[in-house]
Nanobody, 124 residues
Framework: QVQLVESGGGLVQAGGSLRLSCAASGRTFSSYAMGWFRQAPGKEREFVAAINWSGGNTYYADSVKGRFTISRDNAKNTVYLQMNSLKPEDTAVYYC?????????????????WGQGTQVTVSS
């Protein structure tokens, strides 16, 4: 069982930056691939970024490539999402997720554990 708690969301102006954190419980964090998803009002939850167990492989949605960076610190059981050059269309609730596999995946169905989400609002 893995419990995930996100933090770092908030209100920021377009062009600004935020860093989201996701703290995981459990002693097997390093065996899980991790991902970030987001859900805007009235829309489906969508993939944002994923990272494999070691941090050596990462994947990004085209909409955030070059602006967002996913990373992890297995010693701290934490995964991060650095978000730069934010746009109003990045406004959403951001969710951290853990997949019961070491290889990164972009498929939402492959993730077994989810956090409660953190709100990110980008004003124009």
């Amino acid at each position: 069982q893995v419990q995930l708690v996100e933090s770092g969301g908030g209100l920021v102006q377009a062009g600004g930056s935020l860093r989201l954190s996701c703290a995981a419980s459990g002693r097997t964090f390093s065996s899980y691939a991790m991902g970030w998803f987001r859900q805007a009002p009235g829309k489906e939850r969508e993939f944002v970024a994923a990272i494999n167990w070691s941090g050596g492989n990462t994947y990004y949605a085209d909409s955030v490539k070059g602006r967002f960076t996913i990373s992890r610190d297995n010693a701290k059981n934490t995964v991060y999402l650095q978000m730069n050059s934010l746009k109003p269309e990045d406004t959403a609730v951001y969710y951290c997720a853990a997949a019961g596999r070491p290889r990164a995946t972009i498929a939402r169905s492959q993730y077994d554990y989810w956090g409660q989400g953190t709100q990110v609002t980008v004003s124009s």
